[in-house]
Nanobody, 129 residues
Framework: QVQLVESGGGSVQAGGSLRLSCRIS????????LGWFRQAPGKEREGVAA???????SYADSVKGRFTISQDIAERTVYLQMNSLKTEDSAMYYC???????????????????????WGQGTQVTVSS
């Protein structure tokens, strides 16, 4: 059974930083893609960042230069370092993994949100002005 557990969310002032973690269990780390997504109240879920098994990284334009996705395969964990946070970054943040029968490549993750078959419960990020 694949499980994703996010942590690291919280409240921070604009300009601050947070690091989100997502520990993944029961998942096969071969030909994979892991992503971070977010959803604000009244808005659709949107892609934030992704990393795939070839080491490719991809980011939404709104977070480029501020957010960094990384992974620790030995620890089965994917991270999202968020710097220079803005109030518009406030949302529930979700970690997701592709599969079980689809393979996503990082550069296309924004168009293939529906092919991420495994999701965590989310962690709340609130940025105040």
């Amino acid at each position: 059974q694949v499980q994703l557990v996010e942590s690291g969310g919280g409240s921070v002032q604009a300009g601050g930083s947070l690091r989100l973690s997502c520990r993944i269990s029961g998942y096969t780390w071969i030909d994979y893609c892991l992503g971070w997504f977010r959803q604000a109240p009244g808005k659709e879920r949107e892609g934030v960042a992704a990393i795939d098994s070839d080491g490719r990284l991809s980011y939404a334009d709104s977070v480029k230069g501020r957010f960094t996705i990384s992974q620790d395969i030995a620890e089965r964990t994917v991270y999202l370092q968020m710097n220079s946070l803005k109030t518009e970054d406030s949302a529930m943040y979700y970690c997701a993994a592709d599969g079980p029968s689809t393979q996503v490549f990082a550069p296309e993750f924004l168009e293939r949100i529906d092919d991420f078959g495994y999701w965590g419960q989310g962690t709340q990020v609130t940025v105040s002005s």
